[in-house]
């Protein structure tokens, strides 16, 4: 049996190419759907399981996919905006504390997160390296965006233009790093988290600038009268929150008419839940959404999808292993005169099926290897794949 | 401030947070003495009283570093004053769940205060007095809705201490309504007698008590200049006061001087820190006889 491997091995190695061609082709058969089911398994439990742990979402009437998609999984696609008011209106319920969250801006490529505190507390997210955020301008960074960059607390990061050619927007922001969260393995290890107020500084509608009652710059003054000074554009905006200009970092008018793109709503109980969605399922301007629903309908879908690759897999798999067949016929046949050169010189018949079989299990273990090798991969980077292609 | 005083603060913090948590305390930071003050009364042993101003810094434009505010976010409870109190909170990173606006029940009723000169006094930086008033506590009505709100902020935290909260309420009730009767029965005397203040920080006093009230911006701790003088001359010609309220105890020339034009001085301290001598009551009280001098004549 041993010589019968020997010479089916001497065989595959001198046919090179057509055994590189078999083993290329049951690989793929057996990796794809098993490769698949594991990246779907790992979405699913990626998807839900941060779902499951988000009771209620209020956005702007709109997709409710999107709004799941953006404030759980910090997705680019942003949902409708809306005011800080419905955050406070839900905190004034006392049926369930609200987190705000503003997902719209980046620094480098990753997401800029502003929320409260809060947030923290509910996610169970802890700093692994220095402190929370303690003021304006402050930014605490999730393990991954650490790491990527090479960032630590006491370094600083800058975030970017909504658009490239924003010639009239505001200047980006550039904001001290005071922490890194430990990995806790969701969309947090991907982000920037900043205080809500920090967000709005990025978007200009808080800014720091000289006092214009006592500058000496005539030329920033536009008008002035006894109650009112207007600069002009001239007038220079700090572009970092600093202890020296801190103090001069002002917000105009009521912080509750000021935007965000969802409000994580954490209900008190299983009535209180139900009495806050009894709120929102008449409202023209808001939906009240539970992720854990949402995201069972994505998966849903998916699963439709799945179904429809495995048919397809197991059609193309069906072919593939017809032409394995072919492949092995035409090559018994192709081999008739050295096959009956071994049978000329005493073996038996047994020992051509032997070596045939020694080629065939050969390029099964060569493929099972791959397949193996190629899973565990995929296995070690699920997480990344599944943000890569899933959640991106 | 040099990192040895920070790390020295963390550990103190680090320090009050463990033992508060051993006893089951609830850790209550405020932004004011006041609210320290009604804190502890209805908290009394089930909370950890924590105002961390330093007491030369009026708490109003106190601004407070990493070290302070990492308190506060330990806190188990945070109470503001509201009335656009602590211009800090604008700046600073605070858990939202944790806050309780003690002036929630009459924030529709503040005083807006439309145009302020920046001036400065003490270690605190320039500031104004624009924007809303914020002594509301001298308005002892109000004070008692402050420390309702309080009174339920720890209720909300420990339900199972509500009965002795409630308790301890009441009394601290008692005494604000009977300061506010004392004020009402002051004034009531001669309701027409013009005062002045050193500082516009009176405003909720004057309304609620109807005192016929006009500050200028004097300093106890520093001489009135030329300038300041000629305001308080031109003030006079329309509003014929005898009588000057300051926040602490004014300079001996100072005096001398209101005293040459007829005017005499009284103490009446906001209490907005912490006191040196008494409590909260016993300040008030103390303000009250001062008060009691003016309109005693």
Same mark, same amino acid.
């Given at each position: 049996?041993?010589?019968?491997?020997?010479?089916?091995?001497?065989?595959?190695?001198?046919?090179?190419?057509?055994?590189?061609?078999?083993?290329?082709?049951?690989?793929?058969?057996?990796?794809?759907?098993?490769?698949?089911?594991?990246?779907?398994?790992?979405?699913?439990?990626?998807?839900?399981?941060?779902?499951?742990?988000?009771?209620?979402?209020?956005?702007?009437?709109?997709?409710?996919?999107?709004?799941?998609?953006?404030?759980?999984?910090?997705?680019?696609?942003?949902?409708?905006?809306?005011?800080?008011?419905?955050?406070?209106?839900?905190?004034?319920?006392?049926?369930?504390?609200?987190?705000?969250?503003?997902?719209?801006?980046?620094?480098?490529?990753?997401?800029?997160?502003?929320?409260?505190?809060?947030?923290?507390?509910?996610?169970?997210?802890?700093?692994?390296?220095?402190?929370?955020?303690?003021?304006?301008?402050?930014?605490?960074?999730?393990?991954?965006?650490?790491?990527?960059?090479?960032?630590?607390?006491?370094?600083?990061?800058?975030?970017?233009?909504?658009?490239?050619?924003?010639?009239?927007?505001?200047?980006?922001?550039?904001?001290?790093? #005071?922490?890194?969260?430990?990995?806790?393995?969701?969309?947090?290890?991907?982000?920037?988290?900043?205080?809500?107020?920090?967000?709005?500084?990025?978007?200009?509608?808080?800014?720091?600038?000289?006092?214009?009652?006592?500058?000496?710059?005539?030329?920033?003054?536009?008008?002035?009268?006894?109650?009112?000074?207007?600069?002009?554009?001239?007038?220079?905006?700090?572009?970092?929150? #600093?202890?020296?200009?801190?103090?001069?970092?002002?917000?105009?008018?009521?912080?509750?008419?000021?935007?965000?793109?969802?409000?994580?709503?954490?209900?008190?109980?299983?009535?209180?839940?139900?009495?806050?969605?009894?709120?929102?399922?008449?409202?023209?301007?808001?939906?009240?959404?539970?992720?854990?629903?949402?995201?069972?309908?994505?998966?849903?879908?998916?699963?439709?999808?799945?179904?429809?690759?495995?048919?397809?897999?197991?059609?193309?798999?069906?072919? #593939?292993?017809?032409?394995?067949?072919?492949?092995?016929?035409?090559?018994?046949?192709?081999?008739?005169?050295?096959?009956?050169?071994?049978?000329?010189?005493?073996?038996?018949?047994?020992?051509?099926?032997?070596?045939?079989?020694?080629?065939?299990?050969?390029?099964?273990?060569?493929?099972?290897?791959?397949?193996?090798?190629?899973?565990?991969?995929?296995?070690?980077?699920?997480?990344?794949?599944?943000?890569?292609?899933?959640?991106? | 401030?040099?990192?040895?005083?920070?790390?020295?603060?963390?550990?103190?913090?680090?320090?009050?947070?463990?033992?508060?948590?051993?006893?089951?305390?609830?850790?209550?930071?405020?932004?004011?003495?006041?609210?320290?003050?009604?804190?502890?009364?209805?908290?009394?042993?089930?909370?950890?009283?924590?105002?961390?101003?330093?007491?030369?810094?009026?708490?109003?434009?106190?601004?407070?570093?990493?070290?302070?505010?990492?308190?506060?976010?330990?806190?188990?409870?945070?109470?503001?004053?509201?009335?656009?109190?602590?211009?800090?909170?604008?700046?600073?990173?605070? %858990?939202?769940?944790?806050?309780?606006?003690?002036?929630?029940?009459?924030?529709?009723?503040?005083?807006?205060?439309?145009?302020?000169?920046?001036?400065?006094?003490?270690?605190?930086?320039?500031?104004?007095?624009?924007?809303?008033?914020?002594?509301?506590?001298?308005?002892?009505?109000?004070?008692?809705?402050?420390?309702?709100?309080?009174?339920?902020?720890?209720?909300?935290?420990?339900?199972?201490?509500?009965?002795?909260?409630?308790?301890?309420?009441?009394?601290?009730?008692?005494?604000?309504?009977?300061?506010?009767?004392?004020?009402?029965?002051?004034?009531?005397?001669?309701?027409?007698?013009?005062?002045?203040?050193?500082? %516009?920080?009176?405003?909720?006093?004057?309304?609620?008590?109807?005192?016929?009230?006009?500050?200028?911006?004097?300093?106890?701790?520093?001489?009135?200049?030329?300038?300041?003088?000629?305001?308080?001359?031109?003030?006079?010609?329309?509003?014929?006061?005898?009588?000057?309220?300051?926040?602490?105890?004014?300079? %001996?020339?100072?005096?001398?001087?209101?005293?040459?034009?007829?005017?005499?001085?009284?103490?009446?301290? %906001?209490?907005?820190?912490?006191?040196?001598?008494?409590?909260?009551?016993?300040?008030?009280?103390?303000?009250?006889?001062?008060?009691?001098?003016?309109?005693?004549?």
């Amino acid at each position: 049996m041993i010589s019968s491997f020997y010479i089916a091995w001497r065989y595959l190695a001198f046919n090179k190419v057509r055994s590189a061609t078999l083993v290329a082709c049951i690989t793929l058969i057996a990796f794809l759907p098993m490769a698949l089911q594991l990246l779907l398994d790992e979405s699913q439990q990626l998807l839900q399981s941060r779902a499951t742990s988000t009771p209620l979402l209020l956005g702007a009437r709109g997709s409710a996919l999107d709004l799941v998609m953006n404030s759980l999984y910090f997705d680019e696609q942003v949902p409708d905006v809306f005011t800080m008011q419905a955050a406070e209106d839900i905190m004034q319920s006392d049926l369930a504390y609200a987190i705000p969250l503003y997902v719209r801006f980046h620094a480098r490529n990753s997401v800029i997160v502003g929320t409260t505190l809060d947030y923290f507390d509910f996610r169970g997210l802890q700093i692994a390296q220095g402190r929370m955020f303690a003021v304006l301008g402050e930014a605490v960074i999730g393990a991954d965006v650490a790491e990527d960059y090479g960032l630590h607390p006491g370094d600083a990061i800058v975030s970017s233009p909504e658009t490239l050619f924003d010639l009239a927007g505001v200047y980006p922001l550039k904001m001290a790093i #005071t922490g890194v969260l430990q990995r806790n393995h969701t969309s947090d290890d991907l982000a920037v988290f900043v205080d809500l107020k920090t967000a709005w500084v990025i978007e200009g509608l808080g800014h720091g600038h000289k006092d214009l009652t006592s500058t000496d710059d005539a030329s920033v003054i536009m008008t002035r009268t006894e109650d009112s000074v207007t600069a002009n554009a001239k007038l220079f905006q700090y572009t970092e929150v #600093t202890e020296d200009n801190i103090d001069s970092f002002h917000f105009h008018g009521d912080l509750s008419a000021y935007p965000i793109t969802a409000v994580l709503a954490v209900p008190d109980d299983v009535k209180s839940a139900t009495l806050l969605r009894g709120r929102y399922l008449e409202n023209p301007r808001y939906h009240i959404v539970r992720p854990k629903d949402v995201i069972a309908g994505l998966l849903e879908n998916i699963f439709r999808i799945k179904s429809v690759i495995d048919s397809v897999i197991a059609i193309v798999g069906l072919a #593939t292993v017809m032409a394995i067949i072919l492949v092995f016929a035409l090559s018994v046949r192709l081999r008739q005169r050295e096959l009956s050169t071994i049978f000329r010189l005493g073996c038996s018949r047994m020992t051509t099926v032997n070596l045939i079989v020694a080629e065939i299990t050969l390029i099964v273990i060569a493929s099972s290897i791959i397949s193996a090798g190629l899973l565990y991969l995929v296995d070690a980077n699920a997480d990344t794949l599944v943000r890569q292609l899933v959640l991106r | 401030m040099n990192r040895e005083t920070t790390v020295l603060k963390i550990v103190i913090l680090l320090l009050v947070s463990l033992t508060a948590h051993a006893n089951d305390e609830l850790t209550v930071y405020t932004v004011n003495y006041p609210l320290a003050y009604f804190a502890q009364r209805i908290g009394a042993e089930h909370v950890h009283t924590v105002y961390p101003a330093p007491p030369d810094i009026d708490p109003a434009f106190w601004q407070p570093d990493s070290a302070d505010i990492a308190g506060f976010q330990q806190a188990d409870l945070i109470l503001l004053n509201g009335a656009g109190y602590a211009k800090w909170l604008d700046r600073a990173s605070l %858990p939202q769940r944790k806050l309780a606006n003690t002036s929630v029940a009459f924030q529709h009723d503040t005083i807006r205060v439309e145009a302020a000169v920046t001036h400065q006094h003490g270690p605190g930086g320039e500031h104004s007095h624009a924007g809303t008033a914020f002594t509301t506590w001298l308005d002892f009505s109000q004070a008692v809705e402050q420390a309702r709100a309080v009174k339920q902020a720890l209720v909300k935290k420990r339900p199972q201490h509500a009965q002795a909260f409630t308790h301890n309420f009441r009394l601290l009730e008692q005494e604000l309504v009977s300061l506010d009767e004392h004020v009402k029965n002051v004034v009531s005397r001669k309701p027409d007698m013009a005062l002045l203040a050193s500082h %516009p920080v009176y405003q909720y006093l004057a309304r609620r008590y109807k005192i016929n009230l006009k500050s200028v911006l004097w300093e106890p701790d520093s001489i009135p200049d030329q300038a300041q003088w000629q305001a308080l001359q031109h003030l006079l010609r329309t509003h014929q006061a005898k009588w000057m309220l300051w926040e602490g105890t004014p300079e %001996p020339q100072s005096v001398k001087r209101l005293e040459a034009a007829g005017i005499g001085s009284l103490i009446f301290d %906001p209490c907005a820190n912490t006191p040196e001598a008494g409590d909260f009551i016993s300040v008030m009280k103390r303000n009250i006889m001062e008060l009691e001098k003016a309109y005693r004549d």
